[in-house]
């Protein structure tokens, strides 16, 4: 099994750019979440899905969208790509959400993204 | 809204140290995550847990309910253990609330 995989690894865009990031996961998880981390912050929720065909905001949701038209994947887009979301991103999915007895998050392996 | 905070910020250590790494919370949780971020970015869940304490190999957790509070102890550190060690809080939603972690450096 893959696990959870993100692609790209790296990419740099410039101002006003779009792109898509996409997560996949072979486990049949319902539950999947897209973070950003930057430095000196915790890792921060910017969407998440509960299951295919839905999605929800998380904590810092301004400036993506997200589509969960699949199960097994879910896309991370940006319309007009800005300085401010030049981070790292990580994927991640879960059987149940936190509180469950399977909630262990498994995470991809992040994509960098620099924004000029 | 809540917050998770953790200390120290950066640790260094010798190998073969006890090493603590500490945790708080400000509201009432339904789980307790830690997990480990490498060096090259990958990020690996270590223990999720609800009451009392886990063991994992060298790895051990604790969680005190009532004082909001959880402890990641690392018995004869080794340099492999060198990491950015996070928890995170689960509550009454789908959502985690992240620390910013803390970066350990054991030296041989």
């Known amino acids: 099994n893959a696990g959870v995989t993100q692609t790209p690894k790296f990419r740099v865009l410039k101002t006003g750019q779009s792109m898509t990031l996409l997560c996949a996961q072979d486990?049949?998880?319902?539950?999947m979440y897209w973070y950003r981390q930057d430095p000196g912050m915790g890792l921060r929720l910017i969407h998440y899905?509960?299951?295919?065909?839905?999605?929800a905001k998380g904590e810092v949701p301004d400036g993506y969208n997200v589509s969960r038209l699949k199960k097994q994947n879910f896309l991370l887009g940006l319309e007009s790509a800005a300085p401010s979301q030049t981070s790292v991103y990580f994927c991640?999915?879960?059987?149940?959400?936190?509180?469950?007895?399977?909630?262990?998050?498994?995470f991809g392996p992040g994509t960098r993204l620099t924004v000029l | 809204k809540n917050e998770v905070e953790q200390s120290p910020q950066n640790l260094t250590a010798q190998e073969g140290e006890f090493i603590t790494i500490n945790c708080s919370y400000s509201?009432?949780?339904?789980?307790l995550h830690w997990l480990q971020q490498h060096p090259g970015g990958g990020i690996v869940s270590l223990f999720m847990?609800?009451?009392g304490k886990k063991k994992h190999g060298r790895l051990i957790a604790t969680i005190n309910i009532q004082e909001k509070h959880s402890s990641l102890h690392i018995t004869a550190s080794h340099p492999r253990d060198s990491a950015v060690y996070i928890c995170?809080?689960?509550?009454?939603?789908?959502?985690?609330?992240f620390g910013k972690g803390t970066l350990l450096t054991v030296n041989p």
């Open positions: 991640a999915s879960s059987y149940s959400p936190p509180l469950g007895i399977y909630n262990e998050q498994f």
């Open positions: 486990m049949n998880h319902e539950y």
């Open positions: 899905s509960v299951g295919e065909g839905t999605t």
């Open positions: 509201v009432g949780i339904s789980a």
């Open positions: 847990l609800s009451s």
């Open positions: 995170a809080s689960g509550g009454s939603n789908y959502k985690l609330t």
